[in-house]
């Protein structure tokens, strides 16, 4: 055990080390000290205020502040886009932290562009109403021509929609126009105007209900697509002329159109009056159009001074948000001249701490230094892997279960291997591992370009998995080659098979059969297996039988690391009364039946193992006749079977009773010694370290040792079931790929016709990428992170820890992307 305590420590083996620090913080360098202890990201802070709501605390308008920054700066990168320009995604040279600065500026560029949005929505709102009302000018002339026949010598236009038919002399034709006039309550009238396409059938329908068909209605699409001013959306529109008679008719007609969202204008019926207004809209609508696009002109100038400093903007706000939220988290000492802050770092980086606070101090021209001291911890630390872009993705999967309780044994140092392996060991086709192999290739390639994109949410997985995937498809190479399939497909790679057909005449091995009459083939399964009667039932026996093998080495590899959990935590109790029964009862069972797998490649023996196990238990003391082994196995076979039932009490019963034991000698006759002061403190302290100690309740004790010891012994009968899937994905897998192969693409390719064979090709890809190389890859994936999660991390690890989550403006970067 000695031994073991001085091997040296792997990084990933266990968290880093952690220490409680205290910070007591001047209040004029409270603000530099934080900020630079962002930029270091070393340091996680404890909320001190945490019976405080977010309005209570001291810097609540330093943060709504920034809130309110933080909206502008939202209301500017919408304008910017909206206007189709890019905002400058290199920040410039960080500037010197000046918020009341930048909160002026934001102001005045925030009413500037309301100014200059309202003044383009109503020249914008002007200019479509003008264009709509060129397009009925043009359009409902044709209609008042054909409608003269049905007028009477008296009829005239309406006021404001039906308009007067003598114009004054005095002003312009378009003002006169849209002026109200004199209108007689008798003969033919009209109405002109636009409509939403979409709904001029019910709108002529409620029309001539109103009316009870007292009108005659003319319409005609407009020839361009025109703006609606509530959706800010190009629809169809279609020009209507109503003609009617009656002055209740105007009435309820001109609330219709005012119902159904429909835009009158005036239309003369002079001839000469229409051309003359029509030409003085035309002329309307091109200075309109000159005065837009030098709005729209002056209005990209300004954002586009607006887009080259807004990134730098946004995270100059962010930064200042998170510090002000982070000073929110610290405690005003009773002198209110100082921030009290407590929190956690890595003993590696107190230095660095140091350092940054001692800049922070020297910036600022604080006449008093902050202190920064450690303190004895009031819970456990939290839990902080170094890792990197290789080993970052491995130690995400074991996150995903659970983090890690600190020190606790990491299961991602050895993830890193059994996970790619494992999926390999499902995955086995070194064509299809060729595949994944470019995909990972390409990913790793393109790594700096991909890592500045936004991307989806299955690619930016895929993108973080890199490295997996390169582990992944490597491990196929390799498991393809042991099985020899290369889409289903064997290969005589390393040299000849060892078997040939009986006679020279043999020309079906399917049916014949064949003899072995050489050495066996060097590296992985012959490929004469491929189609020979016997190939299902060998290789479901060597994939079954490895599947045991790696199970049962993975399972005591998990039972192993426990042990070195409690070499390390100094838990002596668990290595006698845990590590060694559970050793004891898996290697008995399982453990013996992968000696027997291995001693019956080794021999060539015939002897059914399943006849072994089974009356291992039914008939211990039988003969075994021609299924034994080797010599001794029976007697082998009673201890084994007598260890693991000695194995699961002395899991069960003395671990509880020897805790019971050790509380009642640790404190019988306590209360009758003269104690310290500061002892009768922590005793009499409800949520002190040294009151739980003295909690002990025997009986959940035993329950907790009981559901444990359950649990194991029949996770180690169902783990090992389990770890069959290895077999039922493998086999599966090559059964598709064998489906594929031989009855789309061999099948398309026994035909003459070229549109046959290019149609089975296309089949033969989709299939392959689409099912077995994304569907069939899932699968796998995730048959082995269950593999990981629940048989070989059970055996060893809590999981009940929490992130250590350092104060960093990096990882604010990491959010916003």
Not at 574 to 590: A, E, K, W
Not at 769 to 786: D, G, P, Q, V
Request: charged share 20%; net charge negative; proline share 4%.
């Amino acid at each position: 055990m000695e031994w073991f305590r001085n091997l040296p420590e792997m990084d990933l083996m266990r968290s880093e080390k952690m220490t409680s620090v205290q910070l007591i913080i001047p209040v004029e360098s409270a603000h530099r000290a934080v900020s630079y202890l962002g930029e270091l990201g070393l340091l996680q802070f404890r909320d001190l205020n945490d019976d405080k709501s977010p309005f209570q605390r001291t810097f609540v308008n330093q943060v709504k502040r920034c809130a309110e920054m933080s909206r502008k700066l939202r209301f500017l990168k919408d304008q910017i886009h909206k206007a189709g320009l890019l905002a400058s995604d290199l920040p410039a040279l960080k500037p010197d932290v000046d918020l009341e600065a930048l909160e002026v500026q934001l102001v005045e560029h925030e009413h500037e562009l309301t100014e200059m949005n309202a003044n383009s929505e109503k020249l914008q709102q002007t200019y479509n109403e003008l264009l709509e009302f060129k397009m009925v000018l043009q359009k409902a002339g044709g209609f008042l021509v054909s409608g003269k026949s049905y007028e009477t010598a008296e009829g005239t236009e309406l006021d404001e929609n039906v308009y007067p038919s003598d114009y004054p002399d005095s002003v312009s034709l378009l003002e006169q126009a849209t002026q109200s006039g004199p209108s007689n309550t008798s003969g033919l009238r009209f109405i002109s105007g636009i409509i939403a396409k979409s709904k001029v059938l019910l709108f002529e329908r409620m029309l001539f209900r109103a009316t009870r068909g007292n009108l005659l209605f003319n319409q005609a699409p407009a020839d361009d697509l025109i703006m609606d001013h509530i959706s800010s959306e190009m629809v169809e529109k279609t020009i209507f002329v109503v003609f009617f008679s009656g002055e209740q008719a105007k009435t309820k007609i001109l609330k219709i159109c005012e119902a159904f969202g429909a835009n009158c204008y005036p239309v003369p019926e002079d001839l000469t009056k229409q051309a003359q207004i029509t030409q003085e809209v035309m002329l309307r609508l091109s200075e309109l159009e000159t005065t837009l696009d030098v709005g729209i002109r002056h209005r990209n100038v300004a954002l586009h001074s607006i887009g080259v400093h807004l990134t730098t903007w946004i995270n100059m706000v962010k930064r200042e948000n998170a510090v002000f939220d982070t000073l929110n988290m610290l405690n005003f000492d009773v002198t209110k001249k100082c921030l009290v802050g407590e929190g956690w770092c890595p003993i590696f980086a107190k230095p660095q701490i140091q350092e940054a606070l001692q800049r922070a101090t020297f910036d600022s021209s604080s006449q008093v230094g902050i202190i920064f001291h450690t303190m004895d911890p009031v819970e456990s630390p939290p839990t902080y892997f170094r890792t990197n872009t290789f080993t970052n993705a491995y130690q995400e999967i074991v996150d995903a279960y659970g983090v890690a309780k600190y020190q606790e044994a990491n299961p991602a140092v050895y993830t890193v291997i059994t996970f790619p392996f494992l999926f390999a060991v499902m995955f086995g086709d070194w064509g299809h591992g060729i595949c994944l192999l470019l995909g990972a290739l390409v990913l790793i390639a393109r790594e700096r370009k991909l890592s500045s994109q936004k991307l989806g949410s299955f690619m930016e997985m895929l993108f973080g998995g890199r490295y997996a995937l390169l582990l992944m498809s490597l491990f196929s190479i390799y498991c393809g080659l042991i099985y020899n399939e290369f889409f289903s497909v064997p290969y005589h790679i390393f040299g000849k098979s060892a078997y040939k057909c009986r006679d020279a005449s043999c020309g079906d091995a399917y049916t014949v059969g064949l003899i072995k009459y050489r050495d066996a083939y060097p590296f992985g399964v012959d490929p004469s297996w491929r189609g020979s009667r016997s190939e299902l039932p060998f290789l479901n026996s060597l994939k079954m039988k490895m599947s045991i093998l790696f199970g049962v080495a993975q399972m005591n590899l998990g039972i192993m690391l426990s042990y070195f959990n409690s070499i390390f935590f100094n838990n002596s109790l668990d290595i006698r009364y845990q590590f060694v029964p559970q050793m004891i009862f898996l290697n008995s069972l399982f453990g013996y039946l992968s000696l027997l797998i291995i001693i019956k490649w080794c021999t060539g023996s015939q002897a059914d193992l399943y006849h072994v196990m089974i009356y291992m238990f039914l008939s211990p003391f039988d003969d075994l006749g021609e299924n034994e082994l080797f010599w001794g196995q029976r007697p082998l076979q009673i201890l084994l079977l007598l260890s693991a039932l000695v194995a699961v009490p002395w899991m069960l019963f003395p671990k509880p009773f020897i805790l019971r034991k050790l509380h009642a000698e640790r404190f019988q006759g306590r209360t009758y010694g003269v104690l310290r002061s500061s002892e009768i403190d922590l005793d009499s302290e409800p949520g002190s370290a040294r009151h739980h100690e003295e909690e002990f309740n025997f009986s959940e004790v035993f329950v907790h040792q009981m559901i444990h010891s359950i649990e194991f012994v029949l996770g180690s009968v169902s783990n090992t079931a389990s770890y069959l899937r290895l077999w039922a994905l493998s086999l599966a897998h090559s059964e598709l790929s064998t489906v594929f192969y031989e009855k789309v693409l061999l099948l398309a390719w026994g035909y003459e016709n070229i549109l046959i064979r290019i149609v089975g090709l296309v089949v033969f890809a989709f299939a392959t990428a689409f099912i077995l190389l994304m569907m069939e890859t899932l699968s796998a994936f995730l048959h082995a992170l269950r593999l990981h999660w629940v048989e070989f991390q059970n055996k060893f690890y809590g999981g009940d820890g929490y992130k250590f989550k350092p104060f960093s403006f990096a990882a604010l970067a990491d959010d916003e992307d």
